[in-house]
T-cell receptor, first 110, second 115 residues
Framework: DAKTTQPPSMDCAEGRAANLPCNHSTISGNEYVYWYRQIHSQGPQYIIHGLKNNETNEMASLIITEDRKSSTLILPHATLRDTAVYYCIPNAGNNRKLIWGLGTSLAVNP | ETGVTQTPRHLVMGMTNKKSLKCEQHLGHNAMYWYKQSAKKPLELMFVYNFKEQTENNSVPSRFSPECPNSSHLFLHLHTLQPEDSALYLC??????????????FGAGTRLSVL
């Protein structure tokens, strides 16, 4: 099962880009990298996912290294509402391998 | 609004009570999930249903009993719980369980306290 390593906490100034790293060096070839976030007292919210190529949507960009051992979630212009815990999760579709770590607690400061 | 509704939002029960948590999704998804989130611990996947069939039971104690009558509804029946079962219980749904289509949409959760 792929394990992930994320920094426990990060700070970012409002309006600046937030770059959240994730190490998933044991990821297998068929595992997608999913990112979710959880705002206090709410359920997790899907952000973005990818397999090999970089991805972008209206919320964020996902940069996956060529060897797929790590990825970075980029919030291009962080706002106060982006303050949340961010989770990086490898997912092959076999839910026994869907392991949620403790994520990164991102604080966006005014 | 995520399209996944959980009731009740808060529940307090004694160890001898029987209660049920309800989850309903309005997204037309085929897979539904129960998670447990204890304080300062990662989310723990409890059960997975795909097309109403249970596909995963991650060593969950029998005092938790899931039920999935159709693809839109999921229940978690609780009986003789322990104080350590106090946690946030989250329901989620996804189009499919395959890796590429496993975007999960979560409800707001039920905050359970066992006295």
């Amino acid at each position: 099962d792929a394990k992930t390593t994320q920094p426990p906490s990060m700070d970012c100034a409002e309006g600046r880009a937030a770059n959240l790293p994730c190490n998933h060096s044991t990821i297998s070839g068929n595992e997608y990298v999913y990112w979710y976030r959880q705002i206090h007292s709410q359920g997790p919210q899907y952000i973005i996912h990818g397999l090999k190529n970089n991805e972008t949507n209206e919320m964020a960009s996902l940069i996956i290294t060529e060897d797929r051992k790590s990825s970075t979630l980029i919030l291009p212009h962080a706002t106060l509402r982006d303050t949340a815990v961010y989770y990086c999760i490898p997912n092959a579709g076999n839910n026994r391998k869907l392991i949620w770590g403790l994520g990164t607690s991102l604080a966006v400061n005014p | 609004e995520t399209g996944v509704t959980q009731t009740p939002r808060h529940l307090v029960m004694g160890m001898t009570n029987k209660k049920s948590l309800k989850c309903e999704q309005h997204l037309g998804h085929n897979a539904m999930y129960w998670y447990k989130q204890s304080a300062k611990k990662p989310l723990e996947l409890m059960f997975v249903y795909n097309f109403k069939e249970q596909t995963e039971n991650n060593s969950v104690p029998s005092r938790f009993s899931p039920e999935c009558p159709n693809s839109s509804h999921l229940f978690l029946h609780l009986h003789t719980l322990q104080p350590e079962d106090s946690a946030l219980y989250l329901c989620a749904s996804s189009q499919d369980v395959l890796g590429a289509k496993n975007i999960q949409y979560f409800g707001a959760g039920t905050r359970l306290s066992v006295l």
